[in-house]
């Protein structure tokens, strides 16, 4: 199977990184493989970018002369459901967890192989900008107040539309369709992440998190439930009118 870039010049990376060894890098890779590459070295153009170069997913580090990667990160999610990849010398779980909370898709840690990058990036891009398919199961889920609809990827809640980025709907899609089923997290991460992502189980429970923000009301039943030490469901009752 070809990458997502491999002979798209409409596939565009907008690569955010202060250090020229990665920028020449990372860019000098990608060309090969069809991508076009933006890059901004500082942070302080991103969201102008974001606009006028419409890139289809983002490559973001996290430590930037004069910007906060975390604020822009976030920045980023509230104008554009962009697939992003954090790609940072900051390992620590509490830097993850921080970076997925405030919208990133996937977090790498520096130093990295050009063939992890690319193998994020292609499952990224696979989620964020799905295939159309014309036979799903089952177009149209309603949850409690809530509905889903498959096909146009778009969830209403009592009626009025709830917003989703492409990984939080690939979540909420996978769970719905096995509704009152036990979903492991190795699962979950199959299934939403891709292959290699099994062991990544905060990724799960950072994204159930934000579903509940968004889909749940306080005083009604939970739309997700957590199976201890197993994984996440959706309650059979929550899907009944």
């Known amino acids: 199977m070809s990458l997502p870039g ?14 020229p060894n990665i920028v020449d890098l990372i860019r000098a890779n990608l060309a090969v493989r069809g991508f076009d ?17 419409r890139p289809d997913i983002v490559l973001l580090d996290l430590m930037l002369p004069e910007a906060d990667g975390f604020e822009l990160c976030r920045g980023i ?48 891009l ?6 159309t398919t014309t036979s799903e199961p089952s177009p149209v889920i309603q949850l409690g107040p809530v509905v889903v609809d498959l096909a146009a990827q778009r969830v209403e809640r009592n009626g009025r539309e709830v917003h989703l980025t492409p990984t939080e709907f690939a979540l ?41 923000a968004k889909l749940e009301a306080d005083g009604d039943p939970p739309l997700i439930a957590t199976q201890p030490r197993a994984g996440y469901r959706l309650e059979p009752e929550a899907t009944t009118d």
């Open 126 to 131: 696979r989620r964020t900008r799905p295939a």
């Open 6 to 19: 491999a002979g798209a010049a409409s596939t565009r990376v907008l690569l955010v990184e202060d250090d």
């Open 77 to 124: 999610r509230e104008r554009s459901a962009v697939g992003i990849i954090v790609v940072s010398a900051r390992g620590g779980e509490r830097d993850k967890v921080t970076a997925l909370n405030v919208g990133a898709d996937d977090y790498m840690t520096k130093p990295f192989s050009i063939e992890e990058l690319l193998a994020r990036i292609t499952a990224t």
């Open 37 to 53: 590459t933006v890059v901004s070295k500082d942070g302080a153009r991103v969201l102008q970018l974001l606009e006028t170069e």
């Open 172 to 212: 909420l899609r996978e769970l719905a369709l096995n509704r009152g089923k036990v979903l492991t997290h190795a699962h979950l991460l199959r299934r939403v992440w891709g292959p290699g992502y099994e062991t990544e189980t905060e990724y799960v429970r950072v994204y159930v998190r934000r579903l509940r």
